[in-house]
Nanobody, 121 residues
Framework: QVRLVESGGGLVQPGGSLRLSCAASETRFIIDGMGWYRQAPGKQRELVAEITTGGELNYAVSVKGRFTISRDNAKSTGYLQMNSLNPEDTAVYYC???????????????WGQGTQVTVSS
């Protein structure tokens, strides 16, 4: 069964940058659409950024201009570039992707395992 594997989280100082990656475990899959979510302690999970199946990019107001979502289907991998990080960005970040293979005959909705991002001095 294909999985999404996240990487790139960690501890960063305010004003710093991180790039999160979300890779499909089988490279025969492409990312049809994807979203990055985050959940801070005591808060609900929120959508941070998404690429729709039509290729539209959408961002939460709190991250617009600082975060950039992208995908590279040659590598079956999605990314979230995060710049100008502040302590309010501290959370566990999850990727969610619609993966497609075999001309769409294999299609499903998958979640990554989550990666911790901590912004602190």
């Amino acid at each position: 069964q294909v999985r999404l594997v996240e990487s790139g989280g960690g501890l960063v100082q305010p004003g710093g940058s991180l790039r999160l990656s979300c890779a499909a475990s089988e490279t025969r899959f492409i990312i049809d659409g994807m979203g990055w979510y985050r959940q801070a302690p005591g808060k609900q999970r929120e959508l941070v950024a998404e690429i729709t199946t039509g290729g539209e990019l959408n961002y939460a107001v709190s991250v617009k201009g600082r975060f950039t979502i992208s995908r590279d289907n040659a590598k079956s991998t999605g990314y979230l570039q995060m710049n100008s990080l502040n302590p309010e960005d501290t959370a566990v970040y999850y990727c969610n992707a619609l993966l497609s293979a075999n001309g769409g005959r294999d299609y499903g909705d998958y979640w990554g395992q989550g990666t911790q991002v901590t912004v602190s001095s």
